[in-house]
Structure formats: C-alpha cells, structure tokens
Antibody, heavy 122, light 108 residues
Framework: EVQLVESGGGLVQPGGSLRLSCAAS????????MTWVRQAPGKGLEWVANIKQDGSEKYYVDSVKGRFTISRDNAKNSLYLQMNSLRAEDTAVYFC???????????????WGQGTMVTVSS | EIVLTQSPGTLSLSPGERATLSCRAS???????LGWYQQKPGQAPRLLTH???TRATGIPDRFSGSGSGTDFTLTISRLEPEDFAVYYC?????????FGQGTKVEIK
C-alpha cells in the first residue's frame, strides 16, 4: 500500500525547534519530488516547501525561509522538516505529500499523509 | 505571488444537484499548472485533477474541470452525499505555489 506517515508534531514554545518526519512506503521514494503543506486550525492550505528527488533543489514559501529546512534520506525512505525559531503563526497541521507528474507533465500532490499537529504556544 | 480567489465561499445544494465552483487567478496560469483538491473534515486533501481538466486516478467522471488564463471552474454534475466537502484550487505555475481559500459545498 502506498503510504505516507508523519510524526514529530507537538507543543513547543515560541522560539523553539521541532523536527517533523514523514515515512514513505509502497513506492520508490527516491523517484519523486516531495513537499510539505500546512493548514492552520480552521484555515486553508498553504504550501511550505518542496525538495527534488536527490535533494539538490529545495524551495520554500517566504514566511519560512531561513527558519525551516526540508531534507530527505532516500536510504530510509524518509522526508524531514526541521523547524527553528517557531512562531505562533506556524501553528498548523503539517502534511507531507508526494508530487506526481502525469503522462503529460501536469503536477499534482497525489499521495498525502494524515498530518501531524504543531502547536506553538507558551 | 499569484493569488487564487475562489467563489462562492459556501455553496448550499442538495444531493443530485449540480455544483459549479470558480477559481480566479490574479495573473495568468497555464491550465497545466492549475489543479483541484477535495478535503473532508479531519482528513488530508485528495487530488481531483492534474491540470485544470484531467481527472486524477480514481476520480469519478461527475467531476470535471475547465478553464484557462485566469478563470477556472470545477463542476460536479450530480452531487453525491460523499461530495459534500471543501474544495481548493492550487497553482503550480508561479513561485510560491499557492492555494485558493476554498469553497465549502454543504448540504442544503
């Protein structure tokens, strides 16, 4: 079964750090771009970061640049998000997702994890 | 940044009715780089379309997408009970990738 499972969320104080993990199974992880998307409580979706198959390219939304780092370990079929200098506005459910291109090169996040909650509060 | 504005915010319809959801971009987006997602409460989003009009694997044909440039539409031809959810459009054409704010389709 194709699956993504996130872990590592929790309660952290403002200014603190947290590392999220996403374990992939059921597909060849190293063949895909991967992404993190977040959703604040009661709000919409926000793309956070992407990473290329070999980790050589990474892209971030401006609001997390310099604070968050996306990485991956293809040998462990795992995706990570290191979050530093956390702020209250980073409070959200964080989803990892697989970026899939169809036969015509059109992208889409076709596999999602169940999400992990990050709460930044004192 | 490309801003996606979805309308209406909420659509109140009955099962069997047709739903028409709009997504308007602040600048032109290639139809290959505009997609739609469905999200139910407590669940992860589900990919509905690759590009503006190509259904993703396993998506029923009552879902159809269309549009080009700055105006895109998702149509659900006959609402089934499981279709009541929030729908998001997303663009992959400009950095950063952005989502619309969502349209909630609720039971009337």
């Amino acid at each position: 079964e194709v699956q993504l499972v996130e872990s590592g969320g929790g309660l952290v104080q403002p200014g603190g750090s947290l590392r999220l993990s996403c374990a992939a199974s059921g597909f060849t992880f190293s063949n895909y771009w991967m992404t993190w998307v977040r959703q604040a409580p009661g709000k919409g979706l926000e793309w956070v970061a992407n990473i290329k198959q070999d980790g050589s390219e990474k892209y971030y939304v401006d609001s997390v640049k310099g604070r968050f780092t996306i990485s991956r370990d293809n040998a462990k079929n795992s995706l990570y998000l290191q979050m530093n200098s956390l702020r209250a506005e980073d409070t959200a459910v964080y989803f990892c997702a697989r970026l899939h291109y169809d036969s015509s090169g059109r992208p889409g996040f076709d596999i999602w994890g169940q999400g992990t909650m990050v709460t930044v509060s004192s | 940044e490309i801003v996606l504005t979805q309308s209406p915010g909420t659509l109140s319809l009955s099962p069997g009715e047709r739903a028409t959801l709009s997504c308007r971009a602040s600048q032109s987006v290639s139809s290959s780089y505009l997609g739609w997602y469905q999200q139910k409460p407590g669940q992860a989003p589900r990919l509905l379309t690759h590009g503006a009009s190509t259904r993703a694997t396993g998506i029923p044909d009552r879902f159809s997408g269309s549009g080009s440039g700055t105006d895109f539409t998702l149509t659900i031809s006959r609402l089934e009970p499981e279709d009541f959810a929030v729908y998001y459009c997303q663009q992959y054409g400009g950095s950063p990738w952005t989502f619309g704010q969502g349209t909630k389709v609720e039971i009337k």
